[in-house]
C-alpha cells in the first residue's frame, strides 16, 4: 500500500468512503492546526471535517457528529 491518503475517508463501514486497512494502519488528522482525535469523516479537497459529540448517538446507535469547515491535513500515524 502507497503512503498516499485518500481525499475523503470514514470511519463508518456503511460508508463508501470506509477503508478498514488503511484505518488499522492509524490515521491522524490535523484540523487548523490542532491535533483531532474525534474525527468520524474527513474531506480534503472540500475543507470539512465531521467530529463525534460527546458519547451521544442517534436512534441507529451511531455517534452524533457536527461539520465543522477548515484546512485538513491528515496523516499516517504509523509508518512502516
Known sequence: ??????DRLSSDPKSPFYNQELLER????RFKGVEKNNVEEYCVSEGWVRLSVGNTVDRKGRPLTMKVTGTVEPYLRTAE
Open 1 to 6: 500500500m502507497s503512503d498516499s491518503l485518500p
Open 26 to 29: 492509524g490515521i491522524g488528522i
